[in-house]
């Protein structure tokens, strides 16, 4: 059956593009999913497994076109600042590059065939464009990824594959994920995104919510493992870094306790070999040695006698330092710090060699503890030249020995408290950070240990902090212990399958309700032609019955319809006026109850004429029985109606009294008029009185002679038209352009000619063109309307369909 395609839709107008406002409200929201999209360790760098920045900026792209990347850019730069803002760094640039490069690459390549419809993603084509640039995406994003960590990053991964895999697996399945979420309500193609947005788009957006919160407890539940692991070393570092603080004024104690032994009299040797095993043993122990400090009630003391021990220490000792301000020197074992200044830039003039013990905060702390008992320690200081810098403290424990100068004895130990807690770290992870500080917030130098700045209060939730107070030689001290926040990542262990399948759900979501919106598409457009179909048929049927009634009431001849058991369904009044009865007592009743054969008298005779009857009339004498039991002599003449199957579908019979002296081939020209009427081929029995003449001319351009002789049998109940043929294209042109038919019908065929260039020709000149062809493609289709082609037919043609055409178009 053929069949009529209306013209394509056309392309997407540019007016019903995506307004500026829009496009500007799509390029802000790019930085605050960046800001907002939360991100997991993975290698020791942080993705975002749904990157919504991306599918926004990918969309809007592909909404767009090129004019969109000065705004995507726009917004990938606003996002490299970070919230609050501050100046990036080299890898937020870096991130901020890779957003503009997937997004032109991605959404250009969605754009690249130019149709509309391919937003609509419910093709096959669309789909695998989607798949192409998802790739894309993910290969970009994963190898700028690895190459930004490696290059600009202050702890490169060690990972680099596994993190490139995971980056460009997280977008390529973003993308997939959730493109058609977005595409579904900002799409041009809304139209048709509609009745799939409970089937695709709010699936998928319920399944990436369902995702962001099992990444969430997933990772919480990381976090959680990984503070506790924290807290336990945090534990072990506050202990170990108290134990080795320990270990100076053990020594000094137990110096002292060495002092109480000898006498008083100890010499520099023996200090030495006391004091080595304590420096050996003790970390971050530099010197250790006496000084003599100004006592403010310190008792004259005698002079050791001439040949003692003290004597013999005094002359062997080196010479001290020469005192200043009541701070002496007597003896150190190691070098003695220095104070960390500025060295002369000139070398004529040297920096002068000055010890920490010269500075105020020494010579405060040596005399605050010459009165006390217990070891006191010094407020954080310099060790060290300006080259060589490092804080540290220093611990004084007064001595029981006497001096001959009158000052107080005090045992001293310098320490570098970084070089104590390094080895306490080093042993435990290289994240982990320690701060140790004095608490008391007058001091111009309260760190003792770490890195420059950490002794002030900060709260970073990307780091673990613990702090710990404690009081150490009279003054109080804090170690803060802190690590950046660093899982198992166990969360990509769970989010990579979730992500590939949830890729996977929406591939096969829309292509499947694609397919199924097609398939519906295409059962409502053949519905539509098979409503179409049968109106036209009941309104033809409908007409042929009120032919077939009007000339069954107005012939002189006794005229029944029978059904295939031979009962009568429709009379005329003249048969009523034989049978003598009223038509509507007649209906229903079998034909053998009317028409009698004398001769050869048989039950269901017209029942079985019916079945065994061909398409020719069956003329017979037989007698009509009327209601007063008189019977007439009457010619019957049946003819059998069947359908394309060949099985009966009912019989006309007329019926002529003999007795009127009618002629035989009068009964039989007027039954076939109207059984041909009946049959409802459109064609007319009722001759003209005068035949018109032709008023509108056709042109039948054809490579085949006897598609012309087709539509001169179809076309030859229509009078007014006349039909022109012409074999091969160059003849049709010259007919065409010479006869001027009201409508040309080319046949897409021809051996000879460009079909499609022929009529662009015609259609240019102002011929409305029929498009006839036997190739069903819809490519074939689609070039035919867009070559200017009014409607399209298959052949063989369809008298109906192309009588519809014809009186559609002239």
């Not at 001439?306 to 013999?312: I, K, L, P, R």
Request: aromatic share 4%; net charge neutral; glycine share 8%.
């Amino acid at each position: 059956m053929a069949r009529m395609h209306a013209a394509p839709p056309s392309p997407m107008n540019p007016q019903t593009a995506t307004p500026f406002p829009w496009v500007l409200g799509l390029a802000l929201a790019v930085p605050l999913l960046q800001w907002l999209a939360p991100r997991y360790e993975a290698s020791g760098v942080l993705v975002a497994p749904l990157a919504a920045a991306l599918v926004l900026a990918l969309g809007l792209t592909a909404l767009v076109g090129w004019r969109a990347l000065p705004w995507v850019g726009a917004g990938a730069l606003i996002g490299a600042f970070g919230w609050p803002l501050g100046l990036p760094d080299a890898q937020a640039v870096v991130g901020a590059l890779t957003l503009f490069l997937q997004a032109a690459a991605g959404g250009l390549l969605l754009r690249r065939s130019g149709r509309p419809d391919d937003l609509a993603l419910d093709s096959r084509v669309a789909l695998r464009r989607l798949l192409a640039a998802a790739l894309v995406c993910g290969v970009i994003g994963g190898l700028l990824q690895m190459l930004g960590d490696m290059i600009w990053s202050a702890e490169p991964t060690l990972r680099p594959g596994a993190l490139a895999l995971v980056r460009a697996t997280a977008d390529a399945a973003s993308i997939v994920l959730l493109l058609p979420v977005l595409l579904a309500f900002v799409s041009p193609q809304r139209e048709r995104w509609r009745p799939r947005q409970r089937s695709v788009a709010l699936p998928l957006a319920a399944l990436a919510a369902m995702m962001l919160v099992a990444f969430a407890l997933i990772n919480d539940r990381d976090r959680q493992q990984a503070q506790q692991r924290f807290e336990r070393d945090a534990e072990v570092v506050f202990a170990r870094v108290q134990v080795l603080l320990d270990a100076p004024i053990q020594a000094l104690q137990a110096l002292q306790g060495a002092f109480l032994t000898s006498g008083g009299t100890l010499t520099a040797l023996q200090f030495d070999s006391l004091a080595q095993p304590w420096i050996r043993r003790s970390i971050g122990l530099g010197s250790i040695g006496w000084l003599d400090v100004q006592a403010p009630a310190a008792p004259p003391a005698l002079a050791p006698p001439t040949g003692s021990a003290s004597a013999v220490a005094a002359a062997a000792a080196p010479p001290p330092v020469v005192p200043r301000r009541g701070t002496t020197v007597r003896h150190s074992l190691g070098a003695v710090p220095m104070l960390a200044i500025e060295a002369s830039a000139s070398a004529s003039a040297p920096a002068p060699t000055v010890t920490v013990f010269e500075s105020t905060a020494l010579r405060q702390s040596a005399a605050r503890a010459a009165q006390q008992s217990v070891p006191t320690a010094s407020p954080p200081v310099a060790l060290g030249t300006a080259t060589d810098a490092r804080p540290g403290f220093v611990v004084f424990q007064g001595l029981p020995m006497a001096s001959p100068t009158g000052l107080r004895p005090l045992a001293f130990a310098t320490v570098s408290a970084e070089t104590l807690i390094a080895p306490i770290l080093a042993a435990r992870s290289d994240a982990l950070r320690a701060c140790l500080f004095d608490t008391d917030a007058r001091l111009e130098q309260r760190r003792l240990a770490g890195a420059s700045g950490c002794e002030h209060a900060f709260a970073d939730d990307a780091a673990f902090s613990r702090e710990a107070a404690f009081d150490y030689g009279g003054r109080r001290w804090a170690l803060r212990v802190s690590q950046p926040v660093r899982t198992t990542g166990s969360v990509w262990l769970f989010a990579l399958p979730a992500l590939a399948g949830g890729a996977l759900l929406a591939v096969l979501l829309a292509g499947m309700t694609g397919q199924v919106q097609r398939v519906r598409h295409e059962a409502r457009t053949r519905t539509d032609e098979l409503r179409h179909e049968i109106d036209l048929r009941a309104r033809t049927q409908a007409i042929h019955e009120r032919t077939v009634h009007a000339l069954m009431e107005t012939v002189q001849t006794g005229m029944a319809m029978v059904d295939p058991d031979g009962r009568i369904q429709r009379v005329n009044q003249g048969f009523a006026e034989l049978a003598g009865e009223a038509p509507e007592d007649l209906l229903h009743r079998s034909l053998d109850d009317v028409l009698l054969d004398v001769e050869r008298p048989s039950p269901g005779r017209f029942a079985r004429l019916i079945q065994d009857a061909g398409d020719v009339l069956v003329p017979q004498t037989l007698q009509l029985r009327n209601a007063d039991g008189r019977t007439v002599p009457s010619l019957v003449t049946l003819r059998v109606l069947r359908d394309d199957s060949g099985r009966a579908m009912s019989a006309v019979c007329a019926v002529h009294d003999l007795s009127e002296n009618l002629r035989r081939r009068q009964v039989e020209q007027v039954l076939g008029n109207v059984l041909d009427l009946s049959r409802g081929d459109g064609r007319s029995t009722v001759p003209a009185q005068t035949t018109a003449a032709p008023d509108h001319r056709l042109l039948c351009i054809a490579g085949d002679a006897g598609l012309a002789d087709e539509l001169r049998t179809a076309l030859h109940d229509r009078k007014r038209i006349s039909l022109l043929a012409a074999s091969g294209g160059p003849e049709g042109l010259v007919t065409a352009r010479t006869e001027s038919p009201r409508l040309v019908l080319l046949d897409l065929d021809l051996p000879d000619a460009d079909s499609l260039a022929l009529m662009r020709t015609l259609t240019d000149e102002g011929l409305p063109v029929i498009a006839m062809s036997r190739d069903l493609r819809p490519q074939r289709i689609d070039e035919a309307f867009a070559a200017g082609a009014r409607a399209y037919l298959t052949l063989p043609p369809e008298p109906r369909e192309l009588l519809a055409v014809i009186d559609d178009l002239i």
